[in-house]
C-alpha cells in the first residue's frame, strides 16, 4: 500500500496495519545501504542526519521539515556531505509514500513524535524517535501497540541505553551483586533555563508551514515564542525539562528499578527567580511510589543550584549495601569507591545509538533494540504522570493496568489531548 494524506485519511487503521507488516524482509537500496528520512531536522535533527550520512550502512535518501528554510539548508549540508542531494518534503505523510524510505528518524517536535512514529511504522518504515516517545500517556501507548501490531523495529531516541557503562552498571544495580537490592533511585536535572519574554501572537513566517508544524496539536495562534526551540515550556507542544533533558535520566532510574509504571505520584514546584511567559515548572520535585514500595524521585533545578555529590545532570541508585553516583561507580557502606575488576566487570565496546539502530533494521530482531517503544513509553509516561500530578497539585493514585488515575477524572482528562482531526493518534490499544 502506498501511503498519501488521502489514503491515510480514507483508509481503516487495521488495512494500514496490515499493508505496514507486509513488508518485512524488504531488500535494502540498490548500493545495500538503508534508506533513511530524517523528519524534524532543526537543532538535534542535524545530528540525525550527520549520523546516517556518515554511517557505512545507511543513506539520507529525504529529508523533511515543515520549514522550508531550515528543509533546503538541511539538503544542502547532505548534498554537501555525500554528493547526493536527498528528496525534500514538508508533508511526513507525502515522504513515507516514497519507497527509497526504509527508516525514519523523528527530530520533531515533542507532540509530534508518537503520530509520526505510528504512521511510519504503518507504512511499512522502522523508526528512530526522539525523546520522549509521547506528549500524553495515552498516545505513548496507542504507539506500543502499534509497533507490536506491525513487528517493525522503533527503537527510541534515549542514548545511554548504547552506552557500554551504563549496560554495565544497570545490570549489576538490577541483579543487586555491588550494593544489595535497591530501595530508592535519584534522578536529576540541574540546567540554567532563563526567562522567556512575552511576545504578541502573530502572521507565521512564509517559509513556515504552521497548520503542519502543529500537527496533532489542536489550532493556536502562531507565535515566535514557540519556534524553535521554547515550545518546550509551553503544555500544549512540550512538557517542560523533566521531558526535554530529564527523559533521558527518568530513562536511566526507570531502567535500573526495573518496576514498570508507579502506584502514586505526587509532584510540585513552579517558576522562580522571574516571572515570563512560559508555562512549564523551571524547579520541580516529583516522587513516585511503585506497587512494592520502593521509590523513584525526580528534580529539575532549572536556576542557581550546587550539585548534589558531583551530579547535576545524572543519576544515583541507593541499595541495602551502599549506593551508587554517576560517572562515580559504586559505593559501600562506609562511603568508599567499591573497585570493580575489569576483568570481572567489563564495560562492553558499544557502537552509537543510531549505529545500534541500523544494527537492529538488518537483524529484525527486537531483542537488539537499545531502548524498545514499550521501555520508551514507560520511561516518557513517568515524565507526563510527574506533570499531571503537578498540574493537579495534589498525590495521585496510578493503576499501571489501566494506566489511568484512581477517582480522578479531572487527571485522567490530561492523559490524552484533544487532538486537531486531520491529524489524530488513532486508538489501537
Known sequence: MTLTRRTFLGTSAAAVLAAGMMT????????????????????????????????????VVALCDVDEAVLKEAADIVEKATGKRPKE??????????????????ATPNHWHSLATILAVQAGKDVYVEKPLSHEV???????????????????????????????????????????????????????????PVSPDQEPPANLHWRLWQGPASEKPYNAMYVHYNWHWFWHYGNGDIGNQGV?????????????????????????????????????????????????QFEVRGRFTNSEDGVGVGNLFYGQDGYYVKDKGFFGKDG?????????YPVPDMPSHFENFLTAVE????????????????????????????RMDRSLQFDPKTETFKGADDANALLKRDYHPEFAVPQIA
Open 24 to 59: 518485512k524482509g524488504k531488500v535494502f537500496g540498490a548500493n545495500g545501504r538503508i534508506g533513511v528520512c530524517v523528519v524534524g531536522l532543526n537543532g538535534r535533527g542535524g545530528s540525525h542526519y550527520e549520523a546516517f550520512s556518515k554511517s557505512d550502512r545507511s543513506e
Open 89 to 106: 518534503f514538508t508533508d511526513i505523510r507525502d515522504a513515507l509514500a516514497y519507497s527509497a524510505i526504509d527508516a525514519v528518524s523523528i
Open 138 to 196: 495515552w498516545e505513548g501507548r496507542q504507539l506500543a501497540e502499534a509497533v507490536k501490531k506491525t513487528g517493525r523495529i522503533v527503537q527510541h531516541g534515549t542514548q545511554s541505553r548504547s552506552d557500554g557503562v551504563w549496560i554495565r552498571d544497570i545490570a549489576l544495580l538490577r541483579s543487586g551483586e555491588i550494593i544489595g537490592p535497591l530501595y530508592m533511585a535519584r534522578a536529576l536535572c540541574y540546567k540554567r533555563r532563563n526567562a522567556v
Open 248 to 296: 533521558h535520566q527518568m530513562d536511566i532510574a526507570v531502567w535500573g528499578m526495573n518496576k514498570g509504571l508507579p502506584v502514586k505520584v505526587s509532584s510540585s514546584g513552579g517558576r522562580f527567580t522571574y516571572e515570563d511567559a512560559c508555562e512549564t515548572p523551571n524547579t520541580q520535585l516529583a516522587t513516585f511510589t511503585y506497587a512494592d514500595g520502593t521509590l523513584l
Open 336 to 344: 568508599k569507591l567499591i573497585e570493580l575488576d575489569p576483568a570481572k
Open 363 to 390: 537483524s529484525r530482531k527486537q531483542e537488539d533494540i537499545h531502548g524498545t517503544a514499550e521501555e520508551g513509553h514507560i520511561s516518557s509516561a513517568h515524565c507526563h504522570l510527574a506533570n499531571v500530578a503537578y
